[in-house]
């Protein structure tokens, strides 16, 4: 059984940074599609960063040029560094993953993810 294991979260100021980590168990081989997914307050999940097999990345628009996501295969783990932290980054961050060849863009489709993490609390104050 696949498990994803969120760890990272936290409470900083804002322009502070984090690094969230995704430690993937029960599967050796990496997944074709990992991404991070957030759920703001009273808001619904939005999709954050995405990474493909080959390395292929996306970001939401709003994170662009202060997040990164990467990974590293021999770990099994995926990352999310995020830096110059707003407080409308508030929200529960998830690590997903699937094995399945899904979507035709460069992106990991939301709905294609297979499993997910319980999340982890990022909370910036201003």
């Known amino acids: 059984q696949v498990q994803l294991v969120e760890s990272g979260g936290g409470s900083v100021q804002a322009g502070g940074s984090l690094r969230l980590s995704c430690s993937i168990y029960?599967?050796?081989?990496?997944?074709?599609?990992m991404g991070w997914f957030r759920q703001p307050p009273g808001k619904e999940r939005e999709g954050v960063a995405t990474?493909?097999?080959?390395?292929?990345?996306t970001y939401a628009d709003s994170v662009k040029s202060r997040f990164t996501i990467s990974k590293d295969n021999a770990k099994n783990t995926l990352y999310l560094q995020m830096n110059s932290l707003k407080p409308e980054d508030t929200a529960m961050y998830y690590c997903a993953a699937t094995y399945r060849v899904v979507g035709s863009g460069p992106g990991c489709p939301y709905d294609g993810m297979d499993y997910w993490g319980k999340g982890t609390l990022v909370t910036i104050s201003s």
């Open positions: 029960g599967y050796t081989a990496s997944p074709y599609c």
């Open positions: 990474i493909r097999s080959f390395d292929t990345t």
